[in-house]
T-cell receptor, first 111, second 118 residues
Framework: GQSLEQPSEVTAVEGAIVQINCTYQ??????LSWYQQHDGGAPTFLSY????GLEETGRFSSFLSRSDSYGYLLLQELQMKDSASYFC????????????FGGGTRLMVKP | GAVVSQHPSWVICKSGTSVKIECRSL??????MFWYRQFPKQSLMLMAT?????????EQGVEKDKFLINHASLTLSTLTVTSAHPEDSSFYIC??????????????FGPGTRLTVT
């Protein structure tokens, strides 16, 4: 089976940098994804890491360490609109296109 | 590209009735679609994996006779909640992958359907 752990809530101020961690335990691992979901909305894809290292996409970056079963999402120059829930998700080997989601981290950005 | 729609966006029904939710991939063919359930401030719980032309694969604890899934074409999957009860009230979200080889890492989500059973 798969299990993922991430903090339930994080609070930060506008313009700051915040890191959301995700640790996982899986029977097989293919890659780690991150999704953003605003209240009442659909999850939207942010990033994917299959290999160790940092992937940067604008203000957002995602990091993976396969040996540590650990990844994080880094959000820079925080804006109010970044207030949302962020989910890490694991794609397991031989799982087809199925993803297993973490519990989600609710990010609150304050002025 | 990669747009997924859901209909209806919200529905209120009485206990004992059935409700059908449609999930469509608008600009791509979705070999696989997924149905999730989400309670307020909680994570996405996978209910079932829907494959075009075959029976859905249900997650443990999900009643297949209560949550009927049909994936009749490469662009449409439906979830029917039969004999709905108030505890079935939830946010139901579908997603789709556009690759059939199991190598897709991105899922495209529909906007969700909020079901309230009175």
């Amino acid at each position: 089976g798969q299990s993922l752990e991430q903090p339930s809530e994080v609070t930060a101020v506008e313009g700051a940098i915040v890191q959301i961690n995700c640790t996982y335990q899986t029977s097989g691992f293919y890659g780690l994804s991150w999704y953003q979901q605003h209240d009442g909305g659909a999850p939207t894809f942010l990033s994917y890491n299959a290999l160790d290292g940092l992937e940067e996409t604008g203000r957002f970056s995602s990091f993976l360490s396969r040996s540590d079963s650990y990844g994080y999402l880094l959000l820079q120059e925080l804006q109010m609109k970044d207030s949302a829930s962020y989910f890490c998700a694991v794609k397991g080997e031989n799982a087809g296109n199925m993803l297993t989601f973490g519990g989600g981290t609710r990010l609150m950005v304050k002025p | 590209g990669a747009v997924v729609s859901q209909h209806p966006s919200w529905v209120i029904c009485k206990s004992g009735t059935s409700v059908k939710i449609e999930c469509r991939s608008l600009d791509f063919q979705a070999t696989t679609m997924f149905w999730y359930r989400q309670f307020p401030k909680q994570s996405l719980m996978l209910m079932a994996t829907s494959n075009e032309g075959s029976k859905a694969t249900y997650e443990q604890g999900v009643e297949k006779d209560k949550f009927l899934i049909n994936h009749a074409s490469l662009t449409l999957s439906t979830l029917t909640v039969t004999s709905a009860h108030p505890e079935d009230s939830s946010f139901y979200i579908c997603s789709a992958s556009h690759r059939g080889d199991g190598l897709a890492y991105e899922q495209y989500f529909g906007p969700g359907t909020r079901l309230t059973v009175t």
